[in-house]
């Protein structure tokens, strides 16, 4: 089971980000997380993640200024994040990625992308929890 979307939505994607006045040279949205920005008269925080390699593939990803959205994930893969986020969240939510390993980084990247991969780093793992945490939770409430 993977988290991708397929290659139809990440190439619209790719063209919508690549045409972005914030998409910088690096394949990255901004420079760096949290950057501030102001978009269509509102205040953004551009997430710094490399589109073309996590961001933009995740069924779950959206932009940080709203150009695409993310995809409706099946009740399995519902379930999968959930069994995640048990395991990399504390009860008040909190991410606990001190005591991922970087062989727990790589078995967390192929369970959500069905890709196998080096390790990446902190910033991009927390970023896919914190969207799944969001998703989680939207769907709870619906």
Do not use: H
């Not at 190439?11 to 006045?21: H, T």
């Not at 073309?52 to 994930?73: A, D």
Request: proline residues 4%.
């Amino acid at each position: 089971m993977s988290f991708l979307v397929d290659s139809k939505v990440f190439e619209d994607r790719m063209a919508v980000c690549e045409s972005c006045e914030f998409y910088t040279k690096l394949g990255t949205c901004g420079t760096r997380p949290n950057q501030p920005v102001k978009y269509k008269g509102r205040n953004y925080r551009l997430c710094g993640c490399p589109m073309k390699v996590l961001k933009g593939r995740l069924s779950i990803s959206q932009c940080p200024v709203g150009k695409w959205g993310g995809l409706q994930l099946k009740s399995e893969q519902i379930a999968k994040a959930k069994e995640l986020l048990r395991k990399y969240t504390d009860k008040e939510g909190k991410i606990i990625t001190q005591s991922i390993n970087p062989n727990e980084l790589v078995g967390l990247w192929q369970v959500m992308t069905g890709e196998v991969a080096q390790a990446g780093c902190s910033g991009c793992v927390k970023e896919l929890i914190r969207a799944m945490q969001r998703y989680v939770n939207e769907q709870e409430t619906k």
